[in-house]
T-cell receptor, first 109, second 114 residues
Framework: SQQGEEDPQALSIQEGENATMNCSYK?????LQWYRQNSGRGLVHLIL?????REKHSGRLRVTLDTSKKSSSLLITASRAADTASYFC?????????FGAGTRLFVKA | DTEVTQTPKHLVMGMTNKKSLKCEQH?????MYWYKQKAKKPPELMFV???????INESVPSRFSPECPNSSLLNLHLHALQPEDSALYLC?????????????FGDGTRLSIL
């Protein structure tokens, strides 16, 4: 069963704008990760946030985690056309990584 | 360039054929994974190997047979597949711990079943 649900399913913005994607999950977690997938390619790990962390930054990425609401958000600031991709949150279940449905981001130049 | 290499990139096969997908990593990871991904869907876990032993089989049909010959290689043997098995098959590797570890993915094999 799917652990993470993401919204929006699709997002279209102009270059330079910020993009925010949300992920909700159902059970307790040790950590939550975000991945990017460009069309026709494999997934690339972006950032991991542990359950005892509330916010984490990496370059233009900002991730928040609210374990009380079982939700996370990924903010991409000053988006670029190269950020066009699908973004997935991933939560843990032992050795199993369970991916959310994903958000398809399109950044228009 | 990805650190996990999958071959072939594309594969077209008939329902009676036998073929194999290959995956190789040289990052010293001791956990390796096979995922199936349909268009516009997230990856779905198929198998997990930890220290070259099968640790998770997500009730995958027996027409898919995984093999881990050594710590760097992972194969997926295919036999008598169905048209609905057409998908992108992704291999990944990570450190084998109980909690979710970042996984490194290959670019996948796009499989089409005629």
């Amino acid at each position: 069963s799917q652990q993470g649900e993401e919204d929006p399913q699709a997002l279209s913005i102009q270059e330079g704008e910020n993009a925010t994607m949300n992920c909700s999950y159902k059970t307790s977690i040790n950590n939550l990760q975000w991945y990017r997938q460009n069309s026709g390619r494999g997934l690339v790990h972006l950032i991991l946030i542990r359950s005892n962390e509330r916010e984490k930054h990496s370059g233009r990425l900002r991730v928040t985690l609210d374990t009380s609401k079982k939700s996370s958000s990924l903010l991409i600031t000053a988006s670029r056309a190269a950020d066009t991709a699908s973004y997935f949150c991933a939560t843990d279940g032992g050795f199993k990584t369970i991916f959310g449905a994903g958000t398809r981001l399109f950044v228009k130049a | 360039d990805t650190e996990v290499t999958q071959t072939p990139k594309h594969l077209v096969m008939g329902m009676t054929n036998k073929k194999s997908l290959k995956c190789e990593q040289h990052m010293g990871h001791r956990a390796m994974y096979w995922y199936k991904q349909k268009a516009k869907k997230p990856p779905e876990l198929m198998f997990v190997y930890s220290y070259e032993k099968l640790s998770i089989n997500e009730s995958v049909p027996s027409r898919f047979s995984p093999e881990c010959p050594n710590s760097s290689l992972l194969n997926l043997h295919l036999h008598a597949l169905q048209p609905e098995d057409s998908a992108l098959y992704l291999c990944a590797s990570s450190q084998p711990t109980k909690s979710n570890q970042p996984q490194h993915f290959g670019d996948g094999t796009r499989l089409s079943i005629l």
